[in-house]
């Protein structure tokens, strides 16, 4: 059977840039760059070089067609998501959703009554899908 094959996974910097990415979809370096400039101190070519290394390992793709190349994200929001959690689950947590769920609650400073509630809908409905 073939190993389905790994994908790389994001460091934090790129994780910032996929980010953008993801809410504004398509985007020049400039853009990418101008956003993240909104929230700390970021320089164009910082952000050039993440995103042609980004390029390389397969995390975005590049269109070259115009004198300023357009990036997109090329593995979606929720499966990057999925990919980092596994790897922490596997990591942190020796393999146990149940540890992972245990210390997010217990870390959390306030889980109001309501997220609680639909924590346990989610939770049946998971266990329902399951039989």
Known sequence: MKKKAQLPRPTEAELEILGVL??????TVRDVADVLG??????????????QIMD????VTRDEANRAHIYKARIPRDQTQKQLLNHLVERAFGGSAMQLVQQALASADKVSPEELAEIRKMLDGFERSKK
């Open 22 to 27: 993801w809410e504004r979809g398509a985007s």
């Open 38 to 51: 909104e929230q700390r101190e970021i320089g164009y070519t910082t952000v050039l070089k993440l995103m």
């Open 56 to 59: 390389a390992k397969g995390l």
